[in-house]
Each structure stands twice: as C-alpha cells, then as structure tokens.
C-alpha cells in the first residue's frame, strides 16, 4: 500500500507530469534503449518511429496515476498490458529497468521540480504498479503452463505450410518441432513469433486465424509497405524454417452468449474474427460476418466465409470494396459508415459487435456504432492507442 504522503506528492504533481507525459516518453524510450539495448528487441519499431507507442505510454502512466485509489476502474486497460506482456514474455526481472529509466526521463524533463521526494513517491507508484502487473502475469503463465500442449516462455514450432490468400496476405502453418500438442486457444487470442532478422531479435504479435480444434497454429499476415516482418514472412520464411512462438494470449475472444454475434472487420483485421466465426456458428448463434476490402485482389478467405454460409443457416455475410477493380461489380461498392451499418446490424436484437481493422475503419466503426447507440458493454475491439483517438473526429 502506497502511504499517504506518497498519494498526496504523486497527486500534487500530476498535473505537471500530464503535461509533459509525451515529452517524458520521448527522453525515456532512447535512454532505456541506450542504457539496456537487449531490450529493443521487445519493441516494434515501427511503432516506435510513428510514435503511437509513446502516446500510448504516457497516457497509460497519467491514467494510473490518476487512479491510484481506484485502480479496478483500470481493469480493461491492466487486462490489455497484461496479456501483452505475457505475449512477450515479459520477466520480473525487467521491470527495474523500465522504472529506472521512467524516472530519470521524469528527472530530465521535470527539472527542478523533480525533487528526492517526488522521485521516491512516482518510484513507489511505480513499483505498486510492477507489483500487480508482475502478479497477473505470473498467473496467465500458469495458466498457459497448466494447458495440455501448453508452455512457458518460447517454444520451437516449424512452418509447414504457406498459403497465398490474397494479393497482400499469406497464411503461415505453424506445428511444434517436439511433435507434442499444441494448446487450445481461445478465438481472437494471438501469438507472439520470435524471428532472427539480419542478426537482431525480433518479435511481433500476430491474430491466430483458424480454429482452436487444429493440430497446428496459423496465422495471416499482410504484407506491409516497408514491413520489417511482414515482408520478411512473405518473402524469406519457408515450409522447414524454424521459429519461436509464445503461448496464446488476449482478452478479444469470443465471449460465451446466446445473442446475436456481429463480426465487423476491415482487410487484415478479419484474422481473429475467422477464428470465431466457425465456433459462433456451431453454438447456433445468429452471426452476421461483415468485412471490407479494398478490393476482390485483396479480399482473403471469402471461399472460406462463403462454404460456411452455405453450411449454416444462421450465418449473413456482408462485404463491401472501397476501391473496386471493374469485374466487382458484384460487391456493393463505399465504406461502412453509419447508415449502411445501420441496415446491416440486427439493432433490435441487442448484438454483441466486435470490430477490428485499419485505424480509420476502427475510428468510423467507432463512432457509427455509438450513433447508433450500441451500448458500450455490448461492443468489443482491440485497439493499443489512446480510447481518444476512436471517439475523435474522422477526417
């Protein structure tokens, strides 16, 4: 328990932190990876270099300070760090780091201001912080541990199949080089892949797109446009290659409910939806699959979702191509905005909504649904930036 002194120093001196919370991620960032380097390969750069990892940061950091008596307002947001870290493997032993480094950038930026005792007081907050972080951890490694098939920390697999789905995605089979079991997963979780490239460790979070039944893990990657992994998948890895995977984690999974189930995706965004919709189906629920492209070239697994609706009568399918090549003209054409979701959704029914995609489509989903007055507990995304950025306008 943080004493009272603590609370009233860390409260005093929030204000001047939010303020400067972007800079101080911006000095905390290249000190850690300058004082420990072995610890960048946790990191994707990409995201380091467009900065949504920074502002994700500092709001995290004001957002618990802010709540340091009501931290179970933090339970959605602890959730998402906690299974990110598990994804990663993330040990106790690291989080000394981070709290050394978070507190010399506090210094740096804060100044003056940053007394001994304002320094002990984050430091404290910090570490209460660690401490939960560390618990919750520990038990979804358990847990992972406890599974038949499952595993601690990294586990070889080997790529034994490669399929092209689309212009822009490739489906990679995964099955443990032991020849053990894998572990069931729950449909929306992720993995995390452990690549060697041009020396360096690397690691990246992918979508499991198929069933949890399978006696391999697949995942769906689109090639990116500079992509250090992406394009390192598509264009090096091949059936034999070697890789490490972490065990499954998440809390965008298919939740138990006999209501209507609405899985709205956009390009590559469709992967953890695929691992539901089969499952959804086969509970006899009401599912309405509903995905945008931007066109039949980069349309994936529409075969896939098209034999399931002639197998289920209870499943609607929905695209729509924002770029249509001229032979589309079978598929509506636009985005989904308000009015066309509006048509689409079975509102009266009070579905369950999980979206995932591009940050705009999300932005627009976002906002469509709230017009439309889809209550907030029936609605679920995976989203890693500030909530702000998918209630803010869309351009």
């Known amino acids: 328990m943080l004493s009272d002194q603590t609370r009233e120093i860390v409260a005093a001196t929030l204000p001047a932190v939010k303020e400067k919370a972007r800079d101080i991620t911006e000095v905390f960032y290249p000190l850690m990876f300058t ?66 480094c978070l507190l010399a950038a506090i210094k740096e930026v804060l100044g003056e201001a940053a007394t001994d005792a304002v320094l002990n007081a984050w430091g404290e907050a910090y570490q209460q912080l660690a401490d939960i972080l560390i618990t919750a951890e520990e038990g979804v490694y358990r847990t992972n541990e406890a599974k038949t ?144 492209a931007l066109n039949s070239a980069t349309h994936a697994f529409k075969s896939d979702v098209d034999s399931l609706k002639d197998e289920f009568d209870n499943l609607h399918v929905s695209y729509c191509y924002s770029e249509p090549l001229p032979h589309d003209h079978a598929i509506p054409s636009g985005m989904f905005d308000q009015a066309r979701l509006a048509s689409l959704l079975p509102l009266e029914k009070s579905p369950d909504v999980y979206f995932l995609g591009p940050r705009p489509f999300m932005q627009s989903c976002y906002q469509s649904l709230s017009a439309l007055n889809v209550p907030k507990e029936r609605i679920r995304f995976e989203f890693f930036g500030p909530l702000e950025e998918l209630a803010g306008a869309v351009a």
């Open 149 to 292: 098939g499952g595993w601690r920390g990294e586990r070889e697999f080997v790529l034994v199949g490669k399929t092209r789905e689309s212009e822009v995605i490739t489906s990679f089979y995964f099955e443990p080089v032991d020849g053990q079991p894998v572990a069931a997963f729950k449909p929306g979780q992720y993995t995390t892949i452990i690549l060697e490239i041009d020396g360096q460790t690397t690691r990246r979070n992918y979508s499991l797109s198929d069933t949890p039944d399978k006696p391999y893990y697949r995942i769906s990657v689109k090639r990116e446009a500079g992509g250090l992994v992406s394009n390192h998948l598509h264009d090096n890895l091949n059936p034999g290659d070697i890789v490490r995977l972490t065990p499954p984690c998440g809390d965008f999974v298919l939740n138990e409910s006999d209501r209507p189930l609405v899985l709205l995706s956009g390009g590559v965004g469709l992967t953890p939806t695929l691992s539901m919709l089969r499952p959804a189906l086969a509970q006899g629920r009401e599912v309405h699959f509903i995905h945008g």
């Open 35 to 100: 004082r420990y380097p072995q610890v960048k390969a946790y990191f994707n750069q990409a995201h380091q270099s467009q900065g949504t990892q920074r502002q994700a940061l500092a709001n995290a950091v004001v957002a618990y300070a802010a709540n340091l008596d009501r931290l179970e307002l933090l339970g959605d947001a602890v959730s998402l760090i906690v299974h990110k870290h598990a994804s990663l493997n993330i040990l106790p032993e690291q989080y000394p780091i981070v709290g050394e």
